[in-house]
């Protein structure tokens, strides 16, 4: 179990990470969501004692620099490409392993999770960003450790990569252990991430399981198709009830349930077409909530462009 | 403590650049030994040049090569770490910095300490080939375990100056530019600058010039009392020696300190 209290860091006048507390729980993969800029990688050093700021982050009970052999209990990944370029890959791992006693041999196990046993002797100068991840990876799981903290593990990684990452941190929190990793591929913490923690500027936005973050963050919308659609939108209109328009004949109503719509159509006589509900994804709910708080935000398209 | 050693010895013994920068060490001083031992074989070399070659002649070059050598490794014991990353996956695995930083200085001092012996050794043995076994005063000898003091402590100034300011690049350069450029000026300036002739006998006290003199095959002292000198009178070698090392620790103190206090 993770569990931050009051994390702070400030930089100059402006404050990166400002009070976050939330906890990891074993069994589940926790995700770290945020914009660019939002404080998730200064948090995670935090967490890791490699930054100094406010706050305190125990690993069941114990700061990081607490305890003897951290390799054995906490894997980290915080930047992909961490090597020094004509060091091999497995004199990386032995490097690591003998920081914290742990045999040699573990070097080449891990490196076959990881599927870099090909170029365990090679240089890592000509590493891909995909191949630097997994060094990290096998670097992260040296010790077999209880829990794994990650900063955009699949940065780099192919559609392959992506998929056996997945599968991977899915199957090592199901064994009870812990994980918790941060990642910009919405798509992918979607499929992968159990719990998640939500933060933009460095604030805690939101934390918990997946589908009540989405469920807080979006509307549920009703979509309807009939004949008599115009007449049908007009009897559903009240307070609260708003129409998108829809180019395919079609309408798609925030404020009304599908129930509503259908006791209402039924009322009238009017014959349906269609009678739906769209959920928003998890993109949609991460873009609701953060979108206030996005630190670095591009223009629309078409928006600052002058012909 | 003794993991921070193993995984500093790991380190260091899986790069290049430490058997080029210690092959380099030893070979340089090797050839030179032997360009100059072979050039004056015919001639009546005295006991304390032959000791000043032994010594790589660190004590009369402004560059002391080996040292310079020496101290790069220790550049580079901290700086390949902030420059490819390494530095925070080292501190996962390790976090008590102090024990890092006193595993990178002890690894590298050892193996600064190692590397003098070798030197001696070869350029003994060359000397002793082409010479025949000299006949080394009491100043000769001890300038052989000055040169091995001089050696570790300029290993642990390149380790100490990296962890104090994080920039290889700035910190190569001045392994050259002290000893080679500034500390010459700050000597030559009372010479040339009249209202700076009191200032003279400071000179004495630049780091790298006293740090040199602990490899002097000569008793300057003795030489001074006998023939008389218009300067002050030269340091000794202890004295020497605790100037050079009271700027190693003048150096070594904020940068152990900020290794603490920072992020990494």
């Known amino acids: 179990m993770i569990t931050a209290q009051n994390l702070r860091k400030v930089y100059g006048n402006k404050a990166a990470v400002d009070g976050l507390s939330f906890e990891v729980r074993p069994g589940a993969v926790t995700g770290f969501l945020g914009p660019n800029g939002a404080g998730k990688s200064t948090t995670m050093r935090l967490m890791l004692d490699l930054d100094h700021g406010g706050g305190e982050t125990l690993f069941d009970g114990r700061r990081f620099r607490q305890i003897h052999h951290p390799l054995r209990e906490i894997g980290s990944v915080l930047e992909a490409k961490a090597f020094h370029p004509t060091r091999s890959a497995r004199n990386h791992l032995r490097m690591l392993a003998a920081a914290n006693d742990i045999p040699a041999q573990r070097c080449d196990d891990v490196l076959e999770i990881v599927g870099l046993t090909q170029v365990a002797k090679g240089k890592p100068k000509s590493f891909s960003l995909g191949m630097g991840q997994r060094l990290g990876l096998a670097a992260a799981l040296l010790g077999d450790p209880h829990t794994l903290i990650l900063d955009e593990p699949a940065n780099g990684l192919d559609p392959q990569g992506i998929h056996w990452l997945r599968d991977f941190l899915k199957s090592f929190a199901a064994s009870g252990r812990t994980v918790f990793v941060s990642s910009h591929l919405l798509s992918e913490m979607a499929l992968m991430a159990d719990e998640l923690v939500v933060i933009g500027r460095g604030r805690m936005i939101d934390s918990g399981p997946v589908q009540q973050f989405v469920e807080r963050f979006s509307t549920v919308q009703v979509v309807v198709r009939s004949p008599r659609l115009a007449e049908l939108v007009e009897l559903l209109r009240g307070p609260g009830v708003t129409e998108q328009p829809s180019g395919d004949g079609a309408a798609i109503l925030d404020g009304v349930t599908r129930e509503q719509v259908g006791d209402l159509a039924a009322a009238h006589g009017i014959a349906l077409h269609e009678l739906s509900t769209r959920t928003a994804s998890l993109e949609q709910a991460f873009l609701e909530a953060t979108g206030a708080a996005s630190e670095y935000r591009a223009s629309a398209v078409g928006e600052g462009v002058h012909s | ?264």
């Open chain 2, 1 to 264: 403590m003794r993991d921070a050693l193993r995984f500093e010895w790991v380190r260091l013994t899986t790069v290049r650049s430490t058997y080029w920068l210690l092959g380099m060490a030893v070979l340089f001083p090797a050839l030179l030994t032997l360009l100059i031992g072979l050039v004056t074989r015919n001639e009546d070399v005295t006991p304390e040049l032959l000791a000043g070659l032994i010594t790589s002649g660190v004590a009369f070059f402004p560059l002391p090569l080996p040292a310079v050598l020496l101290g790069i490794l220790g550049v580079l014991a901290v700086g390949h770490e902030y420059r490819h990353g390494t530095m925070r996956p080292a501190l996962t695995a390790l976090p008590n910095r102090s024990a890092l930083a006193a595993a990178k200085l002890i690894v590298i001092a050892a193996t600064s300490l190692v590397t003098a012996l070798v030197i001696l050794l070869v350029d003994y043995a060359l000397i002793a080939l082409i010479h025949g076994v000299p006949d080394f005063g009491g100043a000769a000898v001890a300038s052989f375990a000055g040169f091995v003091v001089l050696l570790v402590l300029w290993g642990v100034l390149g380790v100490e100056a990296t962890l104090l300011t994080r920039l290889t690049a700035l910190v190569l350069p001045l392994l050259f530019v002290l000893p080679l450029v500034i500390e010459p000026v700050l000597r030559g300036l009372p010479f040339l600058i009249p209202a700076l002739e009191p200032l003279q006998p400071a000179s004495r006290f630049l780091p790298f010039t006293a740090g040199a003199q602990l490899a002097q095959p000569m008793d300057l002292a003795a030489v001074a009392d006998e023939f008389g000198s218009a300067g002050p009178q030269p340091l000794s070698r202890a004295a020497n020696g605790a100037v050079f090392a009271a700027f190693i620790a003048l150096v070594l103190a904020p940068a152990w300190l900020l290794f603490e206090k920072r992020d990494a």
